[in-house]
């Protein structure tokens, strides 16, 4: 602990804790929420104190829809609205080369498009109402407690102000950039892909329905997906660090750039494509840990795994996390008291059948990227037709279940506390401090 540390008790911040999540994103509001209604008493610390945040992932993948549903979220997600996605189509030279009809997938819903924030919220409301559950908004984590190489508990920060909060498990979950990470000593391996993503969005007509869209032309694309309530989000591939020179070349360039890659789109982005304010920036690595975990300690969703945005599967890794963690801590948790912290060995399986997984999604996502980034003639047509056999391939909706709809279990006693859980309490997280502390 460090010096300036104080015990939070005062506050109504707890001394201790079973788990301390650091990061309410997907993955760690998830998570608290499914050990609170365990009766597991959790920590939730959430550096912001909004839920609104720039684009994220927004794309639910059928097998995490399904789960949703049966973890007692669907009525407040139907509630909140959301959008199915029906195929995606891959364009290739002006001609459609791919589709892939999600309705094929049997015994699957849909995917849905649903914004992260209204998704978070719905977490955190099925979480306010439920004992031992505190959620800090507006802390964020500082250090790790370590006791003999085992990690404790962690120290939190606010404006200045510290304090300690020593728990069984410590989560990190708090993103590509995780700060937990960096504190454990657990290496990642950061690899920038070779281009980076420009997004924006545009109003989305009726007649254009539901089915996103995959546009390539040379060495450049566009992903086209329809997103809640009524728009289109289209995301542009450009250069590593070709961000500048795209701006030099001026923004009515960029926008011609576009419009010739998809005349479908061409009117939309004339009429609703302004300035490069209209924008947004994300850079594309992929991070990959041998370790996930030490004795006190494991890294979930993006802190675990970063993964590209290709085929929309950061939120779904992300709260299959949560979902697989669960019943794990739940039996280490019962196995003692406040001294026995879940250990490194007891969460080997778990990280270890997560992590294929998520080898195996970038591992497709970094074949995809290197077909979209073929440039020359010869390379071009090659793509064309391999596009087109996978798309006459009778084994192509098998491949895609593997990637994208990869199941994955919910344990039976989650199954349970979410049909006697209380109902969401409706007025936003609370964020405590807020309360108690000024
Ligand atoms: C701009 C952008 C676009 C993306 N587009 C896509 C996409 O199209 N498809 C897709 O599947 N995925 C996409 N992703 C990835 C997807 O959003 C993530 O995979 C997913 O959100 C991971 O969830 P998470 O809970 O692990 O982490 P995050 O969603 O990153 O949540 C981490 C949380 O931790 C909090 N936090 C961070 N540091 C601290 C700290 N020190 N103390 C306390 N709290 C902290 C953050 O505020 C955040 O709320 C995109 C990501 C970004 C950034």
């Not at 008493?41 to 829809?65: C, D, H, W």
């Not at 606010?158 to 993103?175: S, W």
């Amino acid at each position: 602990m460090t010096e300036t540390a104080h015990q939070g008790s005062s506050a109504g911040i707890p001394d201790e804790t079973d788990v301390l999540i650091v990061g309410g994103g997907p993955a760690g509001s998830l998570l608290a929420c499914l050990l609170a209604r365990r009766g597991i008493r959790t920590v939730l610390v959430e550096k912001q104190t909004s839920l609104e945040r720039s684009f994220r992932g927004e794309t639910i993948a059928a097998p995490s829809v399904a789960s949703l549903n049966a973890l007692g979220f669907g009525p407040a997600l139907r509630a909140h609205g959301f959008l199915e996605t029906t195929a995606v189509t891959t364009i290739a030279e002006q001609r459609k080369v791919l589709r892939v009809d999600y309705s094929k997938f049997k015994g699957l819903p849909l995917p849905i498009d649903i914004p992260q924030p209204g998704l978070i919220r719905i977490f955190n409301e099925h979480t306010e109402g439920l004992a031992d559950h505190v959620y800090l908004s507006g802390w964020s984590f500082g250090s790790l407690i370590e006791d003999g190489g085992t990690v404790r508990g962690a120290v939190l920060t606010r404006r200045g102000e510290k304090v300690a909060v020593r728990a069984r498990l410590v989560i990190g979950a708090d993103g590509r950039f995780s700060k937990v990470r960096k504190a454990s000593g657990l290496v990642a391996d950061v690899q920038p892909m070779a281009r980076d993503f420009l997004s924006f969005l545009v109003p989305r007509p009726p007649s254009w329905g539901s089915e996103a869209q995959l546009v390539i032309e040379g060495d450049r694309h566009l992903v086209i997906l329809p997103t809640f309530p009524d728009s289109l989000r289209i995301g542009h591939n450009l250069p590593k660090r070709g961000l500048g020179d795209l701006r030099a070349a001026g923004f009515d360039a960029f926008k011609r750039g576009i419009m010739s890659i998809s005349p479908q789109l061409a009117p939309l982005v004339d009429e609703h494509l302004h300035t490069w304010d209209d924008t947004g920036f994300l850079e594309i690595f992929t991070a990959e840990l041998e370790e996930w975990a030490r004795d006190g300690l494991l890294l979930i969703g993006d802190a675990s795994h970063t993964a590209t945005p290709i085929l929309g599967q950061g939120v779904n890794l992300a709260m299959q996390d949560a979902i697989t963690i669960v019943p794990v801590i739940a039996a280490s948790l019962a196995k003692g008291g406040q001294d026995k912290v879940v250990t490194k060995a007891e969460l080997a399986d778990f990280v270890a059948k997560r992590r294929a997984h998520k080898i195996h999604v970038t591992g497709f996502q970094r074949m995809q990227e290197a077909q979209l980034a073929v440039g020359d003639p010869r390379g071009i047509k090659l793509r064309s037709l391999r596009f087109r056999l996978l798309n006459n391939l009778p084994g192509k909706y098998r491949i895609f279940n593997k990637v994208i709809n990869a199941r994955h279990e919910i344990d039976p006693v989650d199954l349970a506390a979410a049909r006697t859980a209380p109902k969401p309490v409706r007025t936003g997280a609370k964020a405590l401090q807020e309360a108690g502390r000024d």
